[in-house]
C-alpha cells in the first residue's frame, strides 16, 4: 500500500495565496489543477501527478521555493 503522504506530495502543493497570486499567467491556465484557498494565507494547488510535478517545475522557473 502506497505512503499517504508520499501521495500527497506528488498531488498536492500548498503555497501562500500572494505567490501564487504574483504567477502569471495563472496556474491555473497552464495546467490541469484545482486551486482551492485555505483560509486568508494560503492556496493548496491539487492536480494528477504528472499535472503537479510539471506545475512545480513551472513555478521553480519563476523563482517560487517550495519546501
Same mark, same amino acid.
Given at each position: 500500500?502506497?505512503d499517504?503522504?508520499r501521495?500527497?506530495? %506528488? ?7 500572494? +505567490? ?7 496556474l ?6 484545482t486551486?482551492v ?5 494560503q492556496?493548496?494547488?491539487?492536480? %494528477? ?6 506545475? %512545480? ?7 517560487? +521555493?517550495?519546501?
Open positions: 500500500m502506497p499517504a503522504a501521495l500527497r506530495d %506528488s498531488t498536492q502543493i500548498v503555497l501562500p495565496r500572494e +505567490t501564487l497570486d504574483a504567477v502569471e499567467p495563472p491555473s491556465d497552464e495546467f490541469t489543477v486551486v484557498p485555505e483560509g486568508d494565507r492556496c493548496r494547488v491539487i492536480g %494528477s501527478p504528472v499535472e503537479i510535478k510539471a506545475a %512545480s517545475e513551472y513555478l521553480a522557473r519563476r523563482g517560487v +521555493t517550495m519546501r
